[in-house]
């Protein structure tokens, strides 16, 4: 077959016809005269489409099917030759099949405007081509922005519908399986409190035990590189549990890690576990980056919120619960305690003599002392007992799942502790003691706050008419007095 750069086809030429042809072409153009049958077998394996000379008294032989296959080749281009005065010529070229139609005889002039006539249709169709593929190209890449558009958009909705950092982290890790295929989100953020910088870590609710260590250690390790300061303590919050979590210790080639910040400074990371991790390429890498600045300002806000939300709940002196949350928290405990008919009891601490020690070593010292007793309270008691400052001198402790005589024994370490602890002011050292009084709830008893409240006042009182420093409880006659 021919080697020229775009194929010259004769569709069954009569010999004198396909000579004549041939002996106008340029050199570039070779003339390849094929039966019917070859030259549309040569159109269709063709890897570029060509010329192809067809004339009228073969095309008028050719059946319907026939000239839709070969004028189905888009990539060639057909031209009519009137061999004969025919006047089907004319109805042949009003199909659109066909280019140009050259007469007989053929003559240089004529081939070379043929020629010319299909070059400049084929660069035409080049340029076409070329537009139609640049628009396709943008029309991809619009489409492509507009996906990431709606992933950033469905991040930022999603983290902007709650103050929970726990659960804006959780709904990312869905987010985030749009981009990647995600296992897990872990994240650690740290703050500075009292000179001294404590981070918290959220790991996955169903993450194994055994495991739990290994990513304790891993997030302290990437703050310590990113925090300016030394972690001195850590506590861990748990994640909406999700599925297909594996029990695989942080394998870095598997980890996404990016900083989160709201300013010049990160206060927190996002850990993502991906087995995409190593080959995430840069458009990924930057979507993900777009969508971590937004869950930084939706987790800023969120940590800031449940600070500010905690000022208000706790008290500003001794850093426990105030009374008001103490209030709230007492009926939330009563509603449990009639749902799931469990136990419940209340503390009620009163510090003796405390005006004496106002008196006597100045309010600073009152002030010192009442910390102190916060600090013992929150040292000594279980995680899940609730202690709140009731006011002035005066603590509440609402004691979960726990009976009269279990909070008695709680109550008799409190007291000691209290009492054991030596306070000094001015080089001077004091003593204070503490009267306690206890009231329960029996399983499935309704009370009422105040009736709970009451109750554990009036065992109060007894403890303190009694001769103070002692528990007493609403439901036992018989009091423990220190000796």
């Known amino acids: 077959m021919n080697t020229s750069k775009r194929p010259t086809l004769g569709v069954a030429l009569a010999p004198k016809l396909a000579a004549e042809l041939a002996s106008h072409l340029p050199d570039s153009h070779r003339l390849d005269n094929l039966p019917v049958g070859e030259a549309m077998a040569f159109m269709a394996a063709a890897a570029q489409g060509g010329l192809a000379f067809v004339a009228v008294s073969t095309w008028k032989t050719l059946d319907t099917e026939s000239r839709e296959k070969i004028a189905g080749h888009e990539s060639w281009q057909l031209l009519l030759i009137a061999d004969q005065a025919d006047p089907q010529a004319l109805e042949f070229m009003a199909t659109g099949s066909f280019l140009t139609l050259m007469t007989c005889p053929l003559d240089g002039a004529k081939i070379a405007r043929a020629l010319h006539q299909a070059e400049e ?3 035409m169709y080049q340029d ?8 396709s190209l943008e029309r991809e890449l619009l489409a492509r922005k507009n996906e990431q558009l709606a992933f950033l958009n469905q991040v930022l909705t999603r983290a902007s519908q709650t103050l ?65 300061d030394a972690i001195r303590g850590y506590q861990v919050s748990f994640l909406t549990p999700r599925e297909g979590i594996e029990g695989d210790a942080p ?77 709230m928290r007492l009926r939330e405990e009563l509603k449990r305690h009639q749902r799931h008919q469990d136990e419940l ?37 279980r995680e899940s007992d609730f202690p709140a400052r009731y006011g002035g001198e005066e603590f509440v402790v609402i004691l979960p799942q726990t009976r009269e005589d279990q909070a008695w024994t709680l109550a008799e370490r409190l007291r000691a502790v209290i009492g054991q602890t030596v306070f000094r ?41 009694s001769g103070r420093n002692m528990v007493c409880c609403s439901a036992i006659e018989e009091t423990s007095v220190a000796h």
């Not at 985030?176 to 409190?193: H, P, T, Y």
């Not at 890690?257 to 927190?268: A, K, M, N």
């Not at 209340?346 to 106002?358: A, P, Q």
Request: net charge neutral; glycine share 6%.
């Open 164 to 228: 929970d950092p726990a659960v804006i982290l959780s709904n990312s890790a869905e987010d985030l399986d749009l981009l990647l295929d995600v296992r897990s989100v872990f994240g650690v953020f740290w703050n500075a409190a009292e000179g001294q910088t404590e981070a918290e870590l959220f790991l996955p609710e169903n993450l194994p035990q055994a495991r739990q260590e290994d990513w304790v250690n891993h997030l302290l390790s990437v703050a310590g590189r990113l925090c300016r």
């Open 128 to 135: 076409i081509f070329m537009m139609a593929r640049e628009i």
């Open 345 to 381: 009891s209340l503390m009620m601490i009163d510090l003796d003599y405390f005006k004496s020690v106002n008196d006597t070593y100045g309010h600073q010292a009152g002030d010192m002392v009442l910390k102190e007793v916060g600090r013992i309270l929150q040292k000594t008691l």
């Open 425 to 465: 002011v001015q080089r001077k050292r004091f003593r204070v003691t503490a009267s306690i009084g206890i009231a329960g709830v029996q399983p499935g008893a309704l009370a009422k706050p105040e009736s709970l409240i009451f109750k554990a006042d009036q065992a109060l009182y007894l403890a303190k008419a």
């Open 251 to 327: 394998e870095l080639d598997q980890l996404v890690t990016i900083p989160l910040s709201v300013g010049p400074e990160p206060f927190g990371t996002l850990v993502i576990c991906s087995r995409e991790a190593s080959a995430l390429g840069q458009d990924r890498l930057r979507i993900l980056t777009s969508a971590a600045n937004h869950l930084a300002l939706a987790m800023r806000n969120s940590l800031e919120f449940r600070k500010t939300k905690a000022r208000a709940d706790h008290d500003g002196l001794t850093r426990i619960s105030n009374r008001h949350h103490f209030d």
């Open 121 to 123: 249709v084929s660069s």
